[in-house]
């Protein structure tokens, strides 16, 4: 190792390329994934050297994985066998140790370096191979082969070991890896004069400091300082961690095969990985065959269940949201069905779901059941599910997380866009007054209806959408599309406290309003 360089760790280059507060002094959150793959290196580094009796030899390697869980030790495992299939014994030559491939730059007067680590090296004669492990299911990155391009020597191999895929593959050289690697040292310069950049969340799966970006402010309705944070984060239910990425989270952990796609399943993955991942334990011999990805789809299909379908009349306003609120219901946004002024009356019709909010209760084996505080429980030919109506377009709604209220951005005709508020207190059945009203306004030659409940604001729809799409400025539009958006609650704004935040689509203008 050249003397007086500060080198970084490819890994440690990858991460601060996207968050600067990615590493530094560590707030002891567990990586699974590396800890994964320490185990089986310290299992194989084990059993290359014990001269015993193989079955001994590979007894006494698998005791470094009795601290972990039921399905890591099964992982581990497997891919501790899988290696040793790969090289069996007698072993060549071979020396143990973190060999590594080096790089360095002079960056504003200071060498800076940085390098890549293989784990094995095995001679034999005048060849020498080096083995870097992969105990997961992602490759090599392109820094890494880059440096290895650079840097490799007459007679090197380096090749890595891909216990899942199960197979030897030389480390291919790109054709522009003197390229990646400047931009890898810009990345270093920038990060060096600019060490307290972060962007929370983006790639919080696999940082070791989430405290310092506060990416968990609360973690299991605990305010946790400094190092206790990472390990409440290591001790808690992914599932409860509401900014986690939880798809990445769970394919990390438990190596779930690359070729499922995240947003096939998106909004329920988490779960799902996490009870796969069980079943796999438990039923599956092979965790890495080559039917485990039909197998996963067949385990995922067969807990899908289909809730509500219903006929759209009209190619717009087919979207709308899902979300649960305080009470633990879910609520479900629907639009009025499309086409101008809703034309089939639909929002004022409680016998079809269009232009409504609905809520069920889904804590059930099978289906949903009807709350029994939803306002049309028990009466004839209207829906039961139906918690409020008169919406035209309500596609993001929101629930203040300290007050429980709930707010409603509703996409307005041709004049007004409305912001709607419904107290936590409501027993529901509001009507927001679509399609006789659009804002606070009669819309057209629409008759006044009774007990319609008033948007909270309301903002002209003077913005030309065609233009804006043309990428004309309209600067003298309020919008054309509202965007619902959230009440903040946090401390690092105090003058944005209590405020709902929104926005509107068209000009892009972000808005706020306090409804005392």
């Not at 009795?66 to 299939?85: C, G, H, N, T, V």
């Not at 944070?229 to 939880?246: D, H, P, Q, V």
């Not at 004839?380 to 709604?397: L, M, Q, V």
């Not at 005709?413 to 007054?433: H, M, V």
Request: aromatic share 12%.
């Amino acid at each position: 190792m050249n003397q007086g360089i500060k080198f970084y760790k490819t890994y440690d280059v990858k991460k601060i390329s996207e968050c600067h507060q990615s590493i530094g002094p560590k707030t002891l959150t567990p990586n699974s994934r590396l800890d994964r793959w320490s185990g089986v290196h310290n299992a194989i580094s084990d059993w290359m050297i014990n001269d015993a009796d193989d079955e001994v030899a590979v007894k006494v390697a698998e005791e470094n994985f009795q601290y972990y869980d039921p399905l890591q030790r099964k992982i581990m495992s497997e891919l501790f066998a899988r290696f040793r299939a790969l090289v069996p014994k007698p072993l060549p030559q071979v020396n143990i140790d973190f060999f590594r491939q080096e790089v360095s730059k002079d960056i504003d007067g200071e060498q800076k370096g940085m390098y890549t680590s293989f784990q094995y090296q095995f001679q034999d004669e005048d060849n020498t191979e080096y083995i870097k492990l992969k105990a997961g299911v992602s490759d090599v990155e392109d820094i890494d082969k880059a440096i290895v391009a650079e840097t490799k020597l007459e007679g090197e191999t380096f090749l890595t070991a891909q216990l899942i895929n199960d197979d030897f593959d030389e480390i291919k050289e790109p054709e522009n890896s003197n390229e990646i690697i400047e931009n890898y040292f810009e990345t270093i310069r920038e990060f060096e004069n600019n060490k307290k950049q972060a962007t929370p969340g983006l790639h919080c799966y696999m940082c070791s400091r989430p405290s310092r970006c506060g990416q968990y402010p609360v973690v299991d309705g605990q305010e946790p300082k400094s190092n206790f944070r990472g390990i409440l984060i290591s001790k808690s239910n992914l599932m409860n961690l509401g900014t986690c990425e939880r798809w990445t989270s769970w394919r990390a952990q438990y190596a779930i095969p690359k070729d499922i796609e995240k947003d096939s399943f998106e909004a329920e993955l988490g779960q799902k990985f996490h009870t796969y991942s069980q079943r796999m334990l438990e039923k599956n011999e092979d965790i890495f065959g080559k039917k485990e990805i039909e197998r996963l789809k067949e385990m995922l299909g067969n807990e899908e269940e289909k809730l509500l379908s219903f006929k759209q009349p009209f190619p717009n306003h087919n979207g709308g949201m899902i979300l649960f609120g305080p009470d633990g219901y879910l609520y479900i946004s629907v639009g009025d069905g499309g086409d101008a002024g809703d034309p089939y009356n639909n929002s004022q019709n409680l016998k079809n779901f269009f232009g409504t909010i609905l809520r069920i209760d889904v804590n059930t084996s099978k289906g949903y059941k009807i709350p029994d505080s939803n306002p049309f429980k028990g009466m004839n030919d209207i829906k039961e599910e139906i918690w409020s109506y008169g919406i035209r377009n309500a596609w993001r709604f929101s629930f203040d997380k300290t007050t429980g209220d709930m707010y409603m951005g509703d996409v307005g005709q041709n004049s007004w866009e409305e912001i709607n508020f419904q107290s936590y207190l409501s027993k529901g059945g509001e009507n927001y007054g679509w399609n006789h009203y659009e804002g606070d306004s009669l819309y057209l030659d629409k008759k006044q209806i009774s007990s319609v409940v008033m948007p909270i604001y309301v903002y002209p729809n003077n913005a030309n959408i065609i233009k804006v799409l043309l990428g004309w400025k309209e600067d003298g539009a309020r919008g054309c599309c509202v965007t619902g958006g959230y009440v903040y609650r946090g401390d690092l704004i105090t003058e944005l406290k209590g405020r709902y935040l929104f926005g509107d689509y068209c000009t892009g203008r972000i808005l706020s309003l306090i409804h005392i």
